[in-house]
């Protein structure tokens, strides 16, 4: 006869079955307090190496007009809004990846006040969107979230206007998304700006990890405060972030990825947060702010208020704020060929301006450079500020001094330091009244004879300098024709 369980055998395997019950709950809750807590201390340290990149560039990564973005557009337009690069057309909003909201963080790794490794503004060869963990990672990933979840800088990606905050990090699942639209879905009232495809930011969240995150640094409210949730499902759904009460709860009886959110910067009080060292220099030196030498350029040392240009070479320019002739990278200007930097407030775009040439391709002008180095302009005006004519009376003369440019609104030449304008031509100080400088050595002082004792060959110097941006070389007989012309012997071809 099979003998069963006894009433006390029973009650203990139930006891060990509750325990196990219990801890198995204990550790789950666990893991889920380090995954919020974790959360919170990245966002906090994200916060920081804002805040100290603020302190150092005077403004945000990605909007800093010091920093070229990494393809070579730009830079941000300082206005304090991280937005796309449909700027122009939609102020304030960054819904898809380009512009500043590309350039965000690999422009706060590229300070060096983040150490992750170099975030990509370019959208990988598979066409979507990569993280931390994923080759050529676009953003930090959030351990919080599902496989492929990130987070993301903009001022307003379209559905925020409704809840009354901007400049956010935005965190979802972006692994499926192309770039184009990082907008949120079934915002509650419909946002302004609603997803225009599939593409949208994709639920990565559990409630009750949000939930324990908005509690922790806000209000705990889902659709208030400083922390917004959204979800795929409309509010209501028993798939949904949100709950169909009024106002709306967080669905925490959902245990599986239905929230994304939207935390508006900085995500923790930075009260008790000691601010970056103040530089001190000696002799009472009032410490210089770095105007622009970021790392594309070099080391700012603010007591010399200059910078090394120790990158590519140059030499700092403080009124352009960049190294004016030192040679950039994938510049293509050939082995020893001069590259130009200083691109001019006027040429519409960095893609516009020729580094090799020392020009502006004007837009729309069929590759004609109808650019102007004197008035620095694709717009030459008809008349003066004053509505008298323009005078280009003096022009030939002036653009004969390579670095010079004529003004036609005062008739005088911006002659290259330290000549002055005659009225007729750049003169050298001291020289009793002859012109003795030089456009193609760029000095008042000319060489008597080549290296070796060689004779200097001046022949072909008359047809040189008709060339804007040429320059003779009296000892290789030869122009430096400006690029695309070469020199045939007589002239720029």
């Not at 323009?390 to 653009?399: E, I, P, Q, R, V």
Request: proline share 9%; with cysteine; aromatic share 8%.
């Amino acid at each position: 006869m099979r003998r069963g369980f006894t009433l006390v055998e029973l009650a203990i395997v139930i006891v060990v079955i509750g325990l196990v019950a219990g801890a198995i709950l204990v550790a789950r809750s666990m893991l889920d307090t380090v995954r919020v807590q974790s959360t919170i201390r990245q966002t906090a340290q994200f916060d920081v190496a804002i805040t100290d990149f603020k302190t150092k560039y005077q403004y945000m990564p990605g909007d800093a007009p010091s920093f070229q973005f990494q393809d070579g557009s730009g830079p941000g337009n300082g206005n304090g809004m991280i937005e796309d690069a449909n700027a122009a057309a939609t102020p304030g909003i960054g819904r898809a990846w380009s512009g500043e909201v590309a350039n965000f963080w690999a422009q706060l790794n590229q300070s060096g006040l983040k150490s992750e490794a170099p975030y990509s503004a370019s959208i990988p060869p598979g066409g979507r969107l990569s993280v931390d963990g994923m080759a050529n990672p676009n953003m930090p990933s959030v351990k919080m979230g599902v496989e492929g979840t990130g987070i993301f800088f903009t001022n307003d990606n379209g559905a925020l206007s409704n809840y009354n905050i901007s400049n956010v990090y935005i965190i979802g699942k972006v692994s499926d998304n192309d770039g184009s639209d990082l907008s949120f879905p079934n915002t509650i009232p419909p946002a302004p700006l609603a997803p225009v495809g599939a593409m949208f930011i994709k639920d990565a969240l559990t409630a009750s990890d949000l939930a324990a995150l908005d509690t922790k640094l806000d209000d705990g409210k889902p659709q208030s405060g400083n922390i917004i949730a959204f979800s795929e499902a409309l509010p209501g759904a028993s798939a949904s972030c949100l709950t169909g009460a009024t106002p709306a709860a967080y669905n925490i009886s959902h245990g599986g990825a239905a929230c994304s959110a939207a935390i508006k910067y900085p995500s923790v009080d930075m009260s008790d947060v000691p601010a970056a060292a103040a530089p001190t220099c000696n002799g009472g030196v009032t410490p210089t702010p770095d105007p622009g030498c970021n790392p594309t350029y070099g080391t700012w040392d603010q007591c010399a208020a200059t910078c090394d240009c120790s990158v590519n070479g140059g030499t700092w320019n403080p009124v352009n704020k960049n190294c004016g002739g030192g040679a950039l990278p994938n510049c293509g200007c050939g082995p020893g060929a001069a590259c130009y930097d200083d691109v001019p407030t006027n040429c519409s775009g960095w893609d516009n301006w020729d580094h090799c040439g020392n020009t502006c391709h004007c837009p729309g002008d069929g590759g004609v450079d109808v650019w102007n180095p004197d008035m620095q302009t694709c717009d030459i005006p008809d008349t003066c500020p004053d509505n008298s004519p323009l005078d280009w009376s003096g022009a030939t003369n002036c653009n004969a001094f390579v670095g010079g440019g004529w003004n036609p609104c005062t008739s005088t030449c911006n002659c290259p330091s330290p000549t002055n304008w005659t009225g007729s031509t750049c003169q050298c100080p001291g020289d009793g009244g002859a012109d003795v400088w030089n456009p193609d050595t760029q000095t008042c002082d000319i060489p008597t004879t080549c290296p070796g004792g060689l004779p200097l060959d001046w022949s072909g110097q008359a047809n040189c300098n008709a060339i804007v941006s040429g320059g003779w070389n009296p000892c290789a007989s030869t122009c430096n024709c400006p690029s695309p012309t070469n020199w045939n012997g007589s002239t720029c071809n």
